[in-house]
Protein backbone atom coordinates (compact mmCIF):
# COMPACT_ATOMS: atom_id res chain seq x y z
CA UNK A 1 0.00 0.00 0.00
CA UNK A 2 2.90 2.07 0.59
CA UNK A 3 4.25 1.34 -2.65
CA UNK A 4 1.71 2.58 -5.18
CA UNK A 5 2.23 5.90 -4.28
CA UNK A 6 5.60 6.06 -5.35
CA UNK A 7 5.13 3.59 -7.99
CA UNK A 8 3.05 6.33 -9.71
CA UNK A 9 4.94 9.13 -8.97
CA UNK A 10 8.10 7.69 -10.55
CA UNK A 11 5.56 6.58 -13.63
CA UNK A 12 4.07 10.01 -13.59
CA UNK A 13 7.56 11.33 -13.42
CA UNK A 14 8.95 9.61 -16.87
CA UNK A 15 5.59 10.37 -18.74
CA UNK A 16 6.12 13.16 -20.92
CA UNK A 17 2.91 14.77 -19.99
CA UNK A 18 4.69 16.27 -17.18
CA UNK A 19 8.20 16.87 -18.02
CA UNK A 20 6.63 19.47 -20.72
CA UNK A 21 3.65 21.86 -20.67
CA UNK A 22 0.01 19.95 -20.19
CA UNK A 23 -2.40 21.01 -23.17
CA UNK A 24 -5.88 21.82 -20.85
CA UNK A 25 -8.23 18.52 -21.74
CA UNK A 26 -11.34 16.81 -20.20
CA UNK A 27 -8.70 14.54 -18.45
CA UNK A 28 -6.42 17.19 -16.79
CA UNK A 29 -9.68 17.78 -14.65
CA UNK A 30 -11.09 14.26 -14.19
CA UNK A 31 -7.68 12.36 -13.17
CA UNK A 32 -7.92 13.90 -10.52
CA UNK A 33 -11.63 12.63 -9.87
CA UNK A 34 -11.20 9.42 -10.89
CA UNK A 35 -7.97 7.75 -12.18
CA UNK A 36 -5.62 9.56 -9.91
CA UNK A 37 -8.47 10.19 -7.04
CA UNK A 38 -5.69 11.62 -3.89
CA UNK A 39 -7.80 9.32 -1.50
CA UNK A 40 -8.92 5.87 -3.03
CA UNK A 41 -6.29 5.46 -5.58
CA UNK A 42 -3.32 6.92 -4.35
CA UNK A 43 -4.74 6.75 -0.56
CA UNK A 44 -2.98 10.19 0.50
CA UNK A 45 -4.23 12.53 2.93
CA UNK A 46 -5.40 9.80 5.33
CA UNK A 47 -5.39 11.98 8.39
CA UNK A 48 -8.04 14.24 7.91
CA UNK A 49 -9.59 11.39 5.62
CA UNK A 50 -9.95 9.20 8.57
CA UNK A 51 -10.57 12.36 11.44
CA UNK A 52 -13.02 14.49 10.03
CA UNK A 53 -15.04 12.02 8.62
CA UNK A 54 -17.86 11.41 11.12
CA UNK A 55 -20.55 13.61 9.88
CA UNK A 56 -21.40 15.18 6.13
CA UNK A 57 -20.84 18.89 7.08
CA UNK A 58 -17.83 18.25 8.49
CA UNK A 59 -16.20 16.40 5.10
CA UNK A 60 -17.77 19.17 3.66
CA UNK A 61 -16.30 21.81 4.89
CA UNK A 62 -12.88 20.33 4.68
CA UNK A 63 -13.22 19.08 1.78
CA UNK A 64 -14.05 22.99 -0.09
CA UNK A 65 -11.01 24.16 2.55
CA UNK A 66 -8.32 21.86 1.32
CA UNK A 67 -9.56 22.77 -2.49
CA UNK A 68 -9.64 26.40 -1.61
CA UNK A 69 -5.87 25.92 -0.62
CA UNK A 70 -5.01 23.58 -3.62
CA UNK A 71 -6.07 26.05 -6.22
CA UNK A 72 -4.76 28.89 -4.92
CA UNK A 73 -1.68 28.16 -3.59
CA UNK A 74 -1.56 26.21 -7.27
CA UNK A 75 -1.85 29.47 -8.86
CA UNK A 76 0.97 31.51 -7.02
CA UNK A 77 3.10 28.63 -7.66
CA UNK A 78 2.53 28.29 -11.09
CA UNK A 79 2.62 32.44 -11.80
CA UNK A 80 6.21 32.31 -9.54
CA UNK A 81 7.12 29.18 -11.68
CA UNK A 82 10.08 30.27 -13.30
CA UNK A 83 11.26 32.41 -11.08
CA UNK A 84 11.66 30.29 -7.53
CA UNK A 85 15.57 28.50 -7.75
CA UNK A 86 14.95 24.73 -7.07
CA UNK A 87 17.14 25.01 -3.78
CA UNK A 88 14.11 27.25 -1.76
CA UNK A 89 11.45 26.37 -3.65
CA UNK A 90 10.42 23.76 -1.12
CA UNK A 91 10.04 26.46 1.32
CA UNK A 92 8.66 28.48 -1.09
CA UNK A 93 5.90 26.18 -1.04
CA UNK A 94 5.20 25.57 2.43
CA UNK A 95 5.22 29.07 3.14
CA UNK A 96 2.50 30.32 -0.03
CA UNK A 97 0.36 26.86 1.46
CA UNK A 98 0.40 28.23 4.86
CA UNK A 99 -0.94 31.54 3.76
CA UNK A 100 -3.50 30.47 2.37
CA UNK A 101 -4.69 28.07 5.15
CA UNK A 102 -4.55 30.66 7.51
CA UNK A 103 -6.46 32.41 5.08
CA UNK A 104 -9.05 29.80 5.14
CA UNK A 105 -8.49 29.60 9.02
CA UNK A 106 -10.05 32.94 9.18
CA UNK A 107 -12.59 32.75 6.70
CA UNK A 108 -14.37 29.36 8.87
CA UNK A 109 -14.66 31.00 12.02
CA UNK A 110 -16.30 34.47 10.49
CA UNK A 111 -18.26 31.89 8.81
CA UNK A 112 -19.13 29.48 11.49
CA UNK A 113 -17.93 29.23 14.94
CA UNK A 114 -19.54 25.59 14.89
CA UNK A 115 -17.82 24.08 12.05
CA UNK A 116 -14.54 25.87 13.07
CA UNK A 117 -14.73 23.93 16.30
CA UNK A 118 -15.42 20.58 15.07
CA UNK A 119 -12.48 20.81 12.40
CA UNK A 120 -10.20 21.38 14.97
CA UNK A 121 -6.23 21.48 14.49
CA UNK A 122 -7.18 19.72 11.37
CA UNK A 123 -7.76 22.74 9.19
CA UNK A 124 -4.14 24.16 10.76
CA UNK A 125 -2.94 21.20 9.39
CA UNK A 126 -3.78 21.22 5.81
CA UNK A 127 -0.45 22.57 5.86
CA UNK A 128 1.23 19.22 5.79
CA UNK A 129 -1.47 17.46 3.31
CA UNK A 130 0.64 15.38 1.29
CA UNK A 131 -1.93 16.52 -1.97
CA UNK A 132 -1.31 19.66 -1.87
CA UNK A 133 2.66 19.70 -1.47
CA UNK A 134 2.26 17.02 -3.90
CA UNK A 135 0.02 18.98 -6.76
CA UNK A 136 2.56 21.56 -5.99
CA UNK A 137 5.59 19.98 -6.66
CA UNK A 138 4.92 17.52 -9.58
CA UNK A 139 2.04 19.45 -11.58
CA UNK A 140 1.83 23.81 -10.59
CA UNK A 141 5.68 23.98 -10.45
CA UNK A 142 5.83 23.11 -13.89
CA UNK A 143 2.25 23.80 -15.77
CA UNK A 144 0.27 27.16 -16.79
CA UNK A 145 -1.71 28.52 -14.67
CA UNK A 146 -5.06 27.38 -16.26
CA UNK A 147 -4.15 24.40 -16.47
CA UNK A 148 -3.30 24.15 -12.49
CA UNK A 149 -6.55 25.88 -12.22
CA UNK A 150 -8.26 23.02 -13.62
CA UNK A 151 -5.92 20.07 -12.40
CA UNK A 152 -5.83 21.41 -8.61
CA UNK A 153 -9.93 21.83 -8.86
CA UNK A 154 -10.33 18.22 -9.91
CA UNK A 155 -8.43 17.08 -7.54
CA UNK A 156 -9.81 19.12 -4.77
CA UNK A 157 -13.13 18.09 -5.96
CA UNK A 158 -11.99 14.26 -6.17
CA UNK A 159 -10.94 14.71 -2.60
CA UNK A 160 -14.03 16.59 -1.34
CA UNK A 161 -16.15 13.56 -3.32
CA UNK A 162 -13.88 11.05 -1.35
CA UNK A 163 -14.55 12.77 2.45
CA UNK A 164 -18.49 13.29 1.29
CA UNK A 165 -18.54 9.33 0.43
CA UNK A 166 -16.73 8.97 4.17
CA UNK A 167 -18.79 11.50 6.08
CA UNK A 168 -22.41 10.63 4.69
CA UNK A 169 -22.04 6.96 5.30
CA UNK A 170 -20.34 7.29 8.80
CA UNK A 171 -23.38 10.17 9.54
CA UNK A 172 -26.22 7.81 8.15
CA UNK A 173 -25.11 4.89 9.97
CA UNK A 174 -23.42 6.55 13.08
CA UNK A 175 -25.92 9.26 14.05
CA UNK A 176 -28.95 7.95 11.95
CA UNK A 177 -28.93 11.58 10.41
CA UNK A 178 -28.14 13.24 7.09
CA UNK A 179 -26.89 17.01 7.36
CA UNK A 180 -28.26 16.95 10.92
CA UNK A 181 -31.66 15.42 9.67
CA UNK A 182 -33.28 12.72 11.74
CA UNK A 183 -33.77 9.35 8.75
CA UNK A 184 -35.17 6.93 10.26
CA UNK A 185 -36.67 8.39 13.34
CA UNK A 186 -36.72 7.66 16.93
CA UNK A 187 -37.03 4.35 17.11
CA UNK A 188 -33.62 3.85 14.88
CA UNK A 189 -30.46 2.57 17.61
CA UNK A 190 -27.55 4.16 15.49
CA UNK A 191 -24.26 2.37 14.96
CA UNK A 192 -22.34 4.65 17.19
CA UNK A 193 -18.56 2.60 16.19
CA UNK A 194 -19.04 4.19 12.99
CA UNK A 195 -18.52 7.90 13.89
CA UNK A 196 -15.99 6.77 16.40
CA UNK A 197 -12.70 6.41 14.94
CA UNK A 198 -12.74 2.62 13.92
CA UNK A 199 -15.56 3.52 12.29
CA UNK A 200 -13.41 5.67 9.60
CA UNK A 201 -11.32 2.68 9.11
CA UNK A 202 -13.99 0.31 8.36
CA UNK A 203 -15.89 2.62 5.90
CA UNK A 204 -12.78 3.53 3.87
CA UNK A 205 -12.08 -0.09 3.87
CA UNK A 206 -15.39 -0.82 2.45
CA UNK A 207 -14.69 1.57 -0.25
CA UNK A 208 -11.68 0.91 -1.02
CA UNK A 209 -12.99 -2.52 -1.59
CA UNK A 210 -15.42 -1.51 -3.65
CA UNK A 211 -13.02 0.48 -6.04
CA UNK A 212 -10.85 -2.15 -6.57
CA UNK A 213 -13.29 -4.66 -7.41
CA UNK A 214 -14.88 -2.29 -9.84
CA UNK A 215 -10.87 -1.95 -11.12
CA UNK A 216 -10.68 -5.54 -10.99
CA UNK A 217 -14.31 -6.25 -12.81
CA UNK A 218 -13.13 -3.70 -15.69
CA UNK A 219 -9.80 -5.42 -16.30
CA UNK A 220 -10.83 -8.69 -16.43
CA UNK A 221 -13.87 -7.30 -19.04
CA UNK A 222 -11.27 -5.92 -21.17
CA UNK A 223 -8.95 -9.14 -21.00
CA UNK A 224 -11.57 -11.26 -22.49
CA UNK A 225 -12.43 -9.24 -24.89
CA UNK A 226 -8.70 -8.63 -26.52
CA UNK A 227 -7.28 -11.01 -25.34
CA UNK A 228 -4.56 -9.26 -23.65
CA UNK A 229 -4.00 -7.21 -20.19
CA UNK A 230 -4.96 -4.16 -20.15
CA UNK A 231 -4.04 -1.15 -17.96
CA UNK A 232 -7.23 -1.00 -15.64
CA UNK A 233 -7.10 2.95 -15.63
CA UNK B 1 31.70 13.85 0.26
CA UNK B 2 33.93 14.82 -1.70
CA UNK B 3 31.19 14.02 -4.71
CA UNK B 4 28.78 16.47 -3.27
CA UNK B 5 31.64 19.15 -3.07
CA UNK B 6 32.04 18.76 -6.99
CA UNK B 7 28.61 19.04 -7.27
CA UNK B 8 28.26 22.52 -5.34
CA UNK B 9 29.23 25.22 -7.91
CA UNK B 10 25.99 24.43 -10.08
CA UNK B 11 24.30 26.08 -7.05
CA UNK B 12 22.28 29.19 -7.54
CA UNK B 13 24.01 32.43 -6.46
CA UNK B 14 22.91 33.31 -2.91
CA UNK B 15 20.76 36.30 -4.10
CA UNK B 16 17.43 34.95 -6.29
CA UNK B 17 17.49 32.44 -3.21
CA UNK B 18 17.07 35.15 -0.85
CA UNK B 19 15.06 37.68 -3.06
CA UNK B 20 12.94 34.90 -3.60
CA UNK B 21 11.99 33.98 0.09
CA UNK B 22 11.64 37.83 1.17
CA UNK B 23 9.48 38.40 -1.61
CA UNK B 24 7.46 35.21 -0.84
CA UNK B 25 7.22 35.90 3.29
CA UNK B 26 6.25 39.57 2.29
CA UNK B 27 3.29 38.84 0.12
CA UNK B 28 2.30 36.21 2.77
CA UNK B 29 2.90 38.50 5.61
CA UNK B 30 0.38 40.99 3.54
CA UNK B 31 -2.57 38.51 2.71
CA UNK B 32 -2.52 36.98 6.49
CA UNK B 33 -2.69 41.04 8.11
CA UNK B 34 -5.20 41.99 5.64
CA UNK B 35 -7.47 38.36 6.16
CA UNK B 36 -6.84 39.32 9.66
CA UNK B 37 -7.89 42.70 9.72
CA UNK B 38 -11.14 41.81 7.74
CA UNK B 39 -12.01 39.01 9.64
CA UNK B 40 -11.44 40.01 13.24
CA UNK B 41 -14.80 42.44 13.38
CA UNK B 42 -16.83 39.59 11.58
CA UNK B 43 -15.56 36.74 14.35
CA UNK B 44 -15.84 38.49 17.21
CA UNK B 45 -19.71 39.62 15.83
CA UNK B 46 -20.44 35.42 15.95
CA UNK B 47 -18.59 34.77 18.88
CA UNK B 48 -20.71 37.85 20.91
CA UNK B 49 -24.25 36.02 19.19
CA UNK B 50 -22.77 32.92 19.97
CA UNK B 51 -22.11 33.76 23.81
CA UNK B 52 -25.78 35.41 23.63
CA UNK B 53 -27.75 32.55 22.44
CA UNK B 54 -26.03 30.13 25.08
CA UNK B 55 -26.63 32.17 27.74
CA UNK B 56 -30.43 32.56 27.02
CA UNK B 57 -30.27 29.05 26.26
CA UNK B 58 -29.21 28.10 30.11
CA UNK B 59 -31.54 30.95 31.17
CA UNK B 60 -34.88 30.54 29.58
CA UNK B 61 -36.94 33.48 29.79
CA UNK B 62 -34.36 35.68 29.76
CA UNK B 63 -34.32 38.78 27.71
CA UNK B 64 -31.19 41.19 28.28
CA UNK B 65 -27.92 40.22 29.73
CA UNK B 66 -25.06 42.68 30.75
CA UNK B 67 -21.47 41.18 31.06
CA UNK B 68 -19.15 40.97 34.43
CA UNK B 69 -15.74 39.99 34.94
CA UNK B 70 -14.83 38.33 37.88
CA UNK B 71 -10.97 39.58 38.57
CA UNK B 72 -8.50 37.49 39.95
CA UNK B 73 -8.85 39.18 43.04
CA UNK B 74 -12.39 38.05 43.50
CA UNK B 75 -13.95 42.14 42.01
CA UNK B 76 -16.92 42.12 40.13
CA UNK B 77 -16.45 44.60 36.96
CA UNK B 78 -18.71 45.08 34.10
CA UNK B 79 -16.84 44.30 31.27
CA UNK B 80 -16.71 47.16 29.58
CA UNK B 81 -14.11 48.54 32.08
CA UNK B 82 -11.90 46.54 30.32
CA UNK B 83 -10.78 44.20 33.44
CA UNK B 84 -9.58 40.95 32.98
CA UNK B 85 -10.66 38.06 34.37
CA UNK B 86 -13.07 35.20 34.39
CA UNK B 87 -16.31 36.39 32.54
CA UNK B 88 -20.08 35.98 34.45
CA UNK B 89 -23.30 37.20 32.37
CA UNK B 90 -26.27 38.34 34.49
CA UNK B 91 -29.25 37.68 32.63
CA UNK B 92 -32.73 39.99 33.10
CA UNK B 93 -36.21 39.20 33.04
CA UNK B 94 -38.55 41.47 30.76
CA UNK B 95 -39.31 43.47 33.62
CA UNK B 96 -35.81 43.75 34.51
CA UNK B 97 -35.43 41.92 37.15
CA UNK B 98 -32.19 39.58 37.90
CA UNK B 99 -33.23 36.22 37.06
CA UNK B 100 -29.62 34.37 36.86
CA UNK B 101 -25.89 34.67 36.26
CA UNK B 102 -24.59 32.21 33.29
CA UNK B 103 -21.06 31.28 34.99
CA UNK B 104 -18.57 28.75 33.63
CA UNK B 105 -16.11 26.41 35.05
CA UNK B 106 -14.54 23.07 33.61
CA UNK B 107 -13.56 19.85 34.64
CA UNK B 108 -11.57 16.58 33.49
CA UNK B 109 -13.62 14.03 31.66
CA UNK B 110 -13.33 10.99 30.00
CA UNK B 111 -10.82 12.64 27.11
CA UNK B 112 -10.20 15.74 28.12
CA UNK B 113 -11.56 19.14 29.64
CA UNK B 114 -15.41 19.45 29.79
CA UNK B 115 -16.63 22.98 30.02
CA UNK B 116 -19.79 23.87 30.65
CA UNK B 117 -22.45 27.17 31.12
CA UNK B 118 -24.50 26.47 34.41
CA UNK B 119 -27.11 29.05 35.45
CA UNK B 120 -26.71 30.27 38.95
CA UNK B 121 -29.96 31.81 40.98
CA UNK B 122 -28.43 34.18 43.47
CA UNK B 123 -32.13 33.69 45.02
CA UNK B 124 -32.13 30.51 45.80
CA UNK B 125 -28.35 30.09 45.63
CA UNK B 126 -28.91 26.81 43.86
CA UNK B 127 -28.03 25.91 39.99
CA UNK B 128 -31.07 25.90 37.71
CA UNK B 129 -29.71 24.48 34.04
CA UNK B 130 -26.47 23.60 32.46
CA UNK B 131 -25.31 23.47 29.07
CA UNK B 132 -21.99 22.01 27.58
CA UNK B 133 -19.85 24.20 25.38
CA UNK B 134 -17.32 22.16 24.80
CA UNK B 135 -16.36 17.99 24.96
CA UNK B 136 -14.38 15.64 23.63
CA UNK B 137 -16.23 12.80 25.44
CA UNK B 138 -17.05 9.82 23.33
CA UNK B 139 -20.34 10.43 21.33
CA UNK B 140 -23.52 9.05 22.57
CA UNK B 141 -21.64 9.31 26.72
CA UNK B 142 -20.77 13.12 26.27
CA UNK B 143 -24.14 14.07 24.52
CA UNK B 144 -26.23 12.63 27.66
CA UNK B 145 -24.89 15.34 29.63
CA UNK B 146 -27.43 17.69 28.22
CA UNK B 147 -29.91 14.90 26.99
CA UNK B 148 -30.70 12.75 29.94
CA UNK B 149 -33.58 13.11 31.46
CA UNK B 150 -33.01 11.60 34.55
CA UNK B 151 -29.64 13.86 34.81
CA UNK B 152 -31.01 16.95 33.90
CA UNK B 153 -32.98 16.79 36.85
CA UNK B 154 -30.28 17.50 39.31
CA UNK B 155 -29.71 21.05 37.47
CA UNK B 156 -33.16 21.94 38.35
CA UNK B 157 -31.76 23.22 41.88
CA UNK B 158 -28.36 21.97 42.77
CA UNK B 159 -27.17 24.02 45.53
CA UNK B 160 -24.33 26.19 45.56
CA UNK B 161 -24.51 28.12 48.82
CA UNK B 162 -21.82 30.25 50.08
CA UNK B 163 -20.62 28.91 53.67
CA UNK B 164 -21.06 32.04 56.92
CA UNK B 165 -17.39 33.42 55.92
CA UNK B 166 -18.51 34.00 52.53
CA UNK B 167 -15.69 33.12 51.05
CA UNK B 168 -16.76 29.29 49.57
CA UNK B 169 -19.49 26.86 48.96
CA UNK B 170 -20.82 25.23 52.28
CA UNK B 171 -21.10 22.20 50.58
CA UNK B 172 -18.26 21.43 47.89
CA UNK B 173 -20.69 20.24 44.33
CA UNK B 174 -20.18 16.58 43.65
CA UNK B 175 -20.65 13.73 41.74
CA UNK B 176 -22.12 10.69 43.20
CA UNK B 177 -22.40 6.90 41.73
CA UNK B 178 -26.05 6.38 40.40
CA UNK B 179 -28.38 5.81 42.86
CA UNK B 180 -26.39 6.86 45.77
CA UNK B 181 -27.57 11.10 45.96
CA UNK B 182 -28.85 12.04 49.27
CA UNK B 183 -28.01 15.67 49.28
CA UNK B 184 -29.13 18.83 47.16
CA UNK B 185 -25.74 19.60 46.29
CA UNK B 186 -24.73 15.78 45.09
CA UNK B 187 -25.29 15.50 41.04
CA UNK B 188 -26.28 11.70 40.41
CA UNK B 189 -24.07 10.22 38.53
CA UNK B 190 -25.50 8.63 34.78
CA UNK B 191 -24.87 4.65 34.93
CA UNK B 192 -22.36 3.84 32.29
CA UNK B 193 -20.71 7.35 32.12
CA UNK B 194 -20.20 8.29 35.22
CA UNK B 195 -16.16 9.87 34.44
CA UNK B 196 -18.33 12.04 32.08
CA UNK B 197 -20.77 12.93 34.83
CA UNK B 198 -17.68 13.34 37.35
CA UNK B 199 -16.27 16.34 34.93
CA UNK B 200 -19.63 17.83 34.91
CA UNK B 201 -19.69 17.62 39.01
CA UNK B 202 -16.04 19.14 38.67
CA UNK B 203 -17.22 21.91 36.40
CA UNK B 204 -20.14 23.07 38.89
CA UNK B 205 -17.77 22.99 41.91
CA UNK B 206 -15.26 24.89 39.94
CA UNK B 207 -17.67 27.69 38.73
CA UNK B 208 -19.38 27.99 41.72
CA UNK B 209 -16.08 28.36 44.03
CA UNK B 210 -15.20 31.47 42.10
CA UNK B 211 -18.10 33.02 41.01
CA UNK B 212 -20.84 32.58 43.92
CA UNK B 213 -19.18 34.12 46.76
CA UNK B 214 -18.41 36.83 44.44
CA UNK B 215 -22.14 37.14 43.35
CA UNK B 216 -23.35 36.72 46.67
CA UNK B 217 -21.12 39.91 47.89
CA UNK B 218 -21.49 42.04 45.14
CA UNK B 219 -25.17 41.54 44.17
CA UNK B 220 -26.32 45.05 44.45
CA UNK B 221 -23.73 45.49 41.12
CA UNK B 222 -26.09 42.79 39.05
CA UNK B 223 -29.03 43.76 40.32
CA UNK B 224 -28.98 47.75 39.69
CA UNK B 225 -30.41 49.22 36.75
CA UNK B 226 -27.75 50.42 33.91
C1 LIG C 1 -14.50 3.36 23.79
C2 LIG C 1 -15.07 3.79 25.11
C3 LIG C 1 -15.40 5.13 25.28
C4 LIG C 1 -15.93 5.59 26.50
N1 LIG C 1 -16.23 6.91 26.64
C5 LIG C 1 -16.73 7.34 27.81
C6 LIG C 1 -17.04 8.73 27.99
O1 LIG C 1 -16.87 9.55 27.08
N2 LIG C 1 -17.53 9.12 29.18
C7 LIG C 1 -17.74 8.23 30.21
O2 LIG C 1 -18.20 8.67 31.26
N3 LIG C 1 -17.46 6.94 30.06
C8 LIG C 1 -16.95 6.46 28.91
N4 LIG C 1 -16.67 5.14 28.78
C9 LIG C 1 -17.02 4.22 29.87
C10 LIG C 1 -16.03 4.32 31.02
O3 LIG C 1 -14.85 3.62 30.71
C11 LIG C 1 -16.62 3.73 32.30
O4 LIG C 1 -16.92 2.39 32.04
C12 LIG C 1 -17.90 4.36 32.78
O5 LIG C 1 -17.79 5.75 32.83
C13 LIG C 1 -18.17 3.86 34.17
O6 LIG C 1 -19.54 4.10 34.48
P1 LIG C 1 -20.30 3.20 35.56
O7 LIG C 1 -19.47 3.25 36.81
O8 LIG C 1 -21.66 3.83 35.74
O9 LIG C 1 -20.40 1.83 34.97
C14 LIG C 1 -16.13 4.68 27.58
C15 LIG C 1 -15.79 3.34 27.38
C16 LIG C 1 -15.27 2.89 26.18
C17 LIG C 1 -14.92 1.43 26.03
Not at chain 2, 179 to 185: C, E, I, N, R, S
Request: overall charge neutral; hydrophobic content about 50%; some cysteine.
Amino acid sequence: MAEAPQDRATAAASAPLLTQEETLTADTFIRGLWQENPVFVMLLGMCPVLAVTNSTINALGMGLSTTFVLVFSGILISLLRHWIPKQVRIASYIVIIATFVTLVDYAIQAISLELYAALGAFIQLIVVNCIILGRAEAYASKQRVLTTIVNSLGTGIGFTLALLALGTVREILGNGTILGISLFGPDFQPWLIMILPPGGFFVLGAWLLYFNWLRLNRLRRVTTFTGAPADAR
Amino acid sequence: MHVELQTQPTATPVWPMLRTLGVIATLSGLLVVLADQITQPMIAEKQRLLTEQLVFQVIPGAVTKRDFIITADGRLEATASGASGEPIYAAYTAAGQLQAVAIVGSGGGYAGPVQVMFAYDPSCQCIVGSQVLKSNETPGFGDKLDTDPAFRENFRALEARVDTAGTALANPIVTVKHGTKTAPWQIDAITGATISSRAMGKAANQAAQRAAPVIQRDLAKLTQPN
